[in-house]
């Protein structure tokens, strides 16, 4: 597609469910990437994958959440037993390969509310 | 652990005026420091530096870096209220190591927390 799609663009969930964010990075783009965005702070990463496999999932916060991505292109985040301190916007981006400078292109994310 | 720390953490200016946004960093090596403008959510890439003294440009925004003091600014010349936004500051590390999975992501930048900028008529 012409840029990064995110959706849904904005969730609500009861404190204790599950919820599925979805990201179509750019076609052609192999590398993507998962970020979170807490009111008033900057990004923090959380994922990164390279093709289908993901090199680094150190920023992952906790076991609760996980991540994958399926035929080079589009990736689920998934947290489960969603807690009130998940609340954020979750971008995703996505850039031409691993080895390609730091311009990534970014989604407009999903704000997710935990009540 | 890298930290990157913006100043200030929001500026209100009237159109016209010439705003300088700072980004100073504690990191022990990268490859580039990046400037992104963030309306609504998606950020938007501005600048990539990865040598000191050397001004970027576009149209009334220009950046630079000085390794020297660990910091860059971002500046804003005859602002209009389109530029009102978050002005995010972050750091791209080297690659350590390099293997089928690819090694270090250029990809995984510390960011800093942004500058608000509020442009009035």
């Known amino acids: 597609g012409a840029g990064v799609s995110q959706s849904p663009s904005n969730k609500v969930t009861e404190k204790g469910k599950d919820v599925e964010l979805r990201c179509d990075p750019i076609?052609?783009?192999?590398?993507l990437y998962w970020y979170r965005q807490r009111l008033g702070q900057g990004l923090e990463f959380l994922i990164y994958?390279?093709?289908?496999?993901?090199?680094?999932k150190s920023g992952l916060p906790s076991d609760r959440f996980s991540a994958e991505r399926t035929g080079e292109s589009v990736s689920t985040l998934t947290i489960q037993r969603t807690q009130q301190e998940d609340s954020a916007v979750y971008l995703c981006a996505s850039s031409l390969n691993w080895q390609a400078p730091g311009k990534l292109f970014f989604g407009s994310g999903t704000q997710l509310s935990v009540l | 652990e890298d930290k990157v720390v913006q100043s200030p953490l929001s500026l209100v200016v009237h159109e016209g005026d010439t705003v300088t946004l700072n980004c100073s960093y504690e990191?022990?090596?990268?490859?580039?420091l990046l400037w992104y403008k963030q309306e609504k959510k998606a950020p938007t890439f501005l600048f990539m530096l990865?040598?000191?003294?050397i001004e970027k440009k576009s149209g009334r925004l220009s950046s630079i870096l000085d390794k020297k003091e660990l910091s860059s600014i971002l500046n804003i010349t005859a602002t209009q209220t389109g530029d009102s936004a978050i002005y995010l500051c972050a750091v791209e590390p080297p690659a350590f190591t390099w293997g089928w999975a690819g090694g270090t992501s250029y990809g995984k930048l510390t960011f800093g927390q942004g500058t608000i900028l509020t442009v009035h008529p």
């Open positions: 994958f390279q093709g289908n496999s993901a090199p680094d």
């Open positions: 990191v022990t090596n990268f490859r580039s």
């Open positions: 076609s052609g783009h192999t590398a």
């Open positions: 990865t040598s000191s003294g």
